[in-house]
């Protein structure tokens, strides 16, 4: 999403991909991108076949230097 403004349906598979190999996972809210941070580990199995669905998460905000990231996440069930 930073690199290209790629975002959506069209880039599900791509995100994906990048979530399955490693890649950082941000959560787009609004024009606010957040990284997300398992509880001391990554969590990009479980939010890979997510990727360009609108999920809800919960964890600790945490923003400095103009970063912003949310650790210990949980994905919130519909």
């Known amino acids: 999403y930073i690199d290209h403004d790629a975002k959506g349906e069209k880039h ?3 995100a994906k991909t ?3 190999s490693g890649g950082p996972v941000g959560l787009l809210v609004g024009d606010k ?3 997300l941070i398992g ?3 990554p969590i990009n199995a479980k939010l890979a076949p997510l990727a360009a669905q ?3 998460v919960k964890g600790k905000v ?3 230097s103009g970063m912003r990231m949310i650790g210990n996440v949980e994905i919130v069930k519909k």
């Open 12 to 14: 599900r598979e791509c």
């Open 18 to 20: 990048c979530i399955e």
């Open 33 to 35: 991108v957040y990284l």
């Open 39 to 41: 509880e001391h580990k």
């Open 54 to 56: 609108t999920i809800t």
């Open 62 to 64: 945490v923003e400095r």
